[in-house]
């Protein structure tokens, strides 16, 4: 069995959000280059594009319908962050999809883990509408198949993008076959987040980081809040959030990890992911510090950290 593939789709790039967009193709351009210039060459897996079926355990028919439209005929979306065109459309159905794919290999025994590389990114795409650089939510729609597809009981969703995922937990918030943890940034966008919301049998865990802090404080919230709490879930399967802009050089984020951190924090996550990892890129702005700790994300998966 192979360790750890990679999921990558030339037509990611094709998402195109224009020249000075922070979320753009030059970020997959840049992890790849940084995994060429450590020498390390993953194997790629075969992906398949979501169906319908597929988006629609996630989101609304009208949604999925909004969104083909839009990119298909090249139409302005209300929110005027997330921009999409002709290619837009192609590239949201394999990022979707390449989860999916990702997750049936690791349940299969393929790998023991899978980090995909797509784009656009997910966890802000709420049922039914897109959002903050989301058109479906990748994660979401790849728990739902492990749900109601893979029959899996306990799933496991961490996410530490600098963001907090609020299109993940309105998915899952009354659904606690999926334990949702964040640790974001508050204040900060979406201004979503909040502690005291626990979701259906707590199974939602909201870990906020006021700007500014020691990166020890995200290790020592792994530790001793969220490690245990999700030990206590007991998953069967965990998929990760994985967007690096909370490192100290990211210009959307204004926290202090910085690559090393990044697979600290992947390394510990692993305890409660015995049963297989599937990890989805989100954000991640600077490109230098995204590529550097894309790999060493995908190191600390291989158990090379």
Request: proline residues 7%.
């Amino acid at each position: 069995m192979e360790e750890v593939a990679l999921v990558f789709r030339e037509e990611a790039l094709a998402h195109d959000t224009g020249p000075f967009h922070p979320e753009r193709p030059a970020r997959l351009e840049a992890i790849l280059d940084a995994f060429e210039n450590h020498g390390i060459k993953p194997p790629i897996l075969d992906i398949e594009p979501a169906t319908r079926e597929d988006l629609l355990r996630v989101h609304t028919k009208s949604h999925v319908d909004t969104i083909e439209r839009t990119c298909k005929e090249n139409l302005d979306y209300p929110d005027p962050d997330t921009v999409m065109g002709e290619g837009s459309w192609e590239a949201a159905l394999l990022s979707a999809g390449g989860a999916i794919s990702a997750c049936k290999a690791v349940l299969e025994g393929k790998y023991k883990a899978v980090f995909e590389i797509m784009r656009p990114p997910g966890h802000h795409a709420e049922p039914s509408r897109a959002m903050g650089f989301c058109l479906f939510n990748n994660v979401a729609v790849a728990g739902r198949w492990l749900t109601d597809v893979a029959g899996l009981k306990r799933v496991a969703i961490f996410d530490f993008d600098v963001h907090h995922g609020n299109g993940t937990q309105e998915t899952f918030y009354e659904d606690d076959r999926v334990y949702y943890v964040s640790i974001h940034q508050y204040p900060h966008y979406p201004g979503t987040g909040f502690p005291e919301e626990r979701g259906k049998n707590n199974t939602n865990l909201n870990v906020p980081m006021m700007p500014g802090v020691p990166a020890e404080l995200w290790h020592s919230a792994m530790a001793n809040l969220i490690l245990p709490e999700l030990k206590r879930f007991s998953p069967e399967f965990l998929l990760i959030s994985a967007g690096f802009d909370a490192h100290r050089d990211d210009p959307l984020g204004a926290q202090n990890l910085t690559e090393e951190d990044f697979a600290k924090l992947t390394s510990a996550i692993m305890e409660v992911g015995k049963g297989g990892i599937v990890s989805v890129l989100e954000g991640g702005y600077n490109l230098n510090s995204l590529g550097e700790s894309s790999v060493a994300h995908y190191l600390a998966l291989c158990g090379k950290v």
